[in-house]
């Protein structure tokens, strides 16, 4: 990610209390955008928060000739793809940034156009982030994957094909590939081992209100039967449980309360038990939750991360920042991405006390179990933390900086704030109705 290092400073130790709203979720919502493209009539989604990575997919949506109208405020997106039409590699890359979303563009545009190009692909730097999974499900389908200079270029010569597929891992992305894929496909496809994240969920209600036919059973196998054509949709996003729960954590962080209006339980569900073993306070209402700090001190715990159902990797790094103030030695090992806990080197420089190790410490044998990455973390708290200068090393990553910032002791400064509004809408004036105290340089 290159965005400009821009500074923001905050001086910690207020704490954090007032109410924030949550809209529609990041990773939901530039999915159903893409699902549009499908769609032989215009689509409307609601909920649509204002985060760049909204902004980025509807540019690449512009580049490939869809008609957008968006109302900003209100969080409605209204796209019309009657013409879609080819669109430079040159384009496509400079619109997509460091976004990993035009991958997913494989499987619409080679159906509306029989082909499709994607330009090298970005993305956090929490792993390698690979797209095997995703070129491999496009061949499944009967694409052909010509790697070239500038990119990679993908056709269909005989149509797209419905399959059997088996994920050796059930990938997120992986997984809306054969999605978005399999809806216009001739015949039947059957994906196992599919991940069944709630974004998934929705993107496959998205789909259903298109016209395709998908079932989901419980042993993570997706059924698609194929149509051949689909129409637009109107929506309403799920929530986003991953900001909702970076607002959770900092409320726990700063001795804070903070109702957060949107947030839901069910997709919830994990985060809030973890949550509440760890000390954390709780009202779950129907408009939102109130998260608070009880006044006892917080408990260690061990926690692994998982795919859904289990404890999402996107709120382990908020929830470590909250593991510092934990009396005793808290144990996270995070099973999805090999290099998510390098952000723990700033909190120690901001006087946490974490150590990383290779081992699966904490639970079962991961992937990452005999390889080189540090991938378990032991946390000893509770301990105070101070102001530092640090930079932001990916968006979650990132906003975990901001939590251990506004509840240290001192100002902090934070290089590449920039890259937080890609994933959390309006975090600053958020954080001003949470009373919080920053300036950006
Ligand atoms: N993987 C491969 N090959 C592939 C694709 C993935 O080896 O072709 C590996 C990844 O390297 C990783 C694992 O499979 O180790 C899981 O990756 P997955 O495909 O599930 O992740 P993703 O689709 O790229 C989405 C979210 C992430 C979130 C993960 C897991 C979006 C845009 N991104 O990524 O969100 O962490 O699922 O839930 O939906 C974020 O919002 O900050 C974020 C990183």
Same mark, same amino acid.
Request: glycine share 12%; hydrophobic share 40%.
């Given at each position: ?115 499709? +190009? ?20 496009? &061949? ?160 260690? +715990? ?6 859904? *159902? ?7 790094? *908020? ?11 808290? +144990? ?20 946490? &006390? ?88």
């Amino acid at each position: 990610m290159n965005d400009a290092l821009s500074t923001f400073s905050v001086r910690g130790g207020r704490p954090l209390k007032g109410e924030i709203t949550v809209r529609g979720a990041k990773n939901l919502v530039s999915k159903a955008m893409v699902a549009a493209l499908l769609g032989e009539g215009p689509s409307v989604l609601r909920s649509v928060p204002d985060i760049r990575d909204v902004q980025i997919v509807g540019e690449l949506l512009k580049v490939h000739g869809v008609k957008i109208e968006r109302d900003v405020v209100g969080g409605v997106i209204r796209m019309d793809p009657s013409n879609v039409e080819k669109a430079h590699v040159v384009d496509i890359d400079a619109h997509a940034g460091s976004s990993r979303i035009p991958i997913l563009f494989c499987g619409p545009l080679l159906h509306r156009l029989g082909e499709a +190009i994607i330009p090298d692909l970005g993305g956090c730097r929490i792993g390698d982030r690979p797209i095997n999974y995703h070129l491999d499900v496009l &061949r499944n389908f009967g694409a052909v994957v010509d790697k070239r200079e500038l990119g990679i270029y993908i056709t269909a010569p005989n149509g797209l094909k419905g399959t059997k597929i088996h994920l050796e891992y059930p990938s997120v992305g992986a997984t809306e590939q054969v999605l978005l894929t399999a809806v216009r496909a001739e015949g039947v496809t059957e994906l196992t081992n599919a991940a069944v994240e709630p974004e998934i969920e929705d993107l496959i209600a998205v789909l259903q209100k298109m016209g395709a036919i998908i079932s989901l059973q419980t042993d993570r196998t997706i059924t698609i039967e194929g149509v051949e054509r689909l129409g637009g949709y109107e929506h309403v996003a799920l929530p986003d449980r991953i900001e909702a729960a970076s607002w959770a954590c900092a409320a726990l962080v700063t001795q804070g309360d903070v109702f957060v209006r949107g947030a839901s339980q069910k997709e919830m569900a994990t985060f809030l038990n973890i949550f509440r073993k760890v000390g954390g306070g709780m009202d779950i209402t129907e408009a939102g939750i109130r998260f608070f700090h009880p006044g006892t001190p917080l408990k260690a +715990i061990a926690v692994e991360t998982d795919v859904h *159902p289990g404890f999402m990797t996107d709120w382990q790094q *908020p929830l470590v920042v909250a593991l510092t103030q934990a009396e005793g030695i808290s +144990i996270v090992h995070e099973t999805v991405y090999e290099n998510r806990l390098g952000f723990t080197e700033a909190l120690n420089d901001m006087g946490a &006390r974490i150590q990383v190790y290779r081992e699966c410490l904490g639970g079962s044998r991961c992937r990452f179990g005999r390889r080189n990455f540090n991938h378990s973390a032991v946390i000893s708290g509770p301990k105070d933390l101070h102001g530092a200068e640090i930079t932001v090393p990916d968006l979650r990553g990132g906003f975990s900086y901001l939590i251990a910032a506004l509840g240290a002791e001192g100002v902090s400064k934070i290089h590449g704030i920039d890259l937080i509004d890609r994933g959390y809408e309006s975090f600053r004036e958020k954080l001003t109705a949470l009373g919080a105290e920053f300036w950006e340089d």
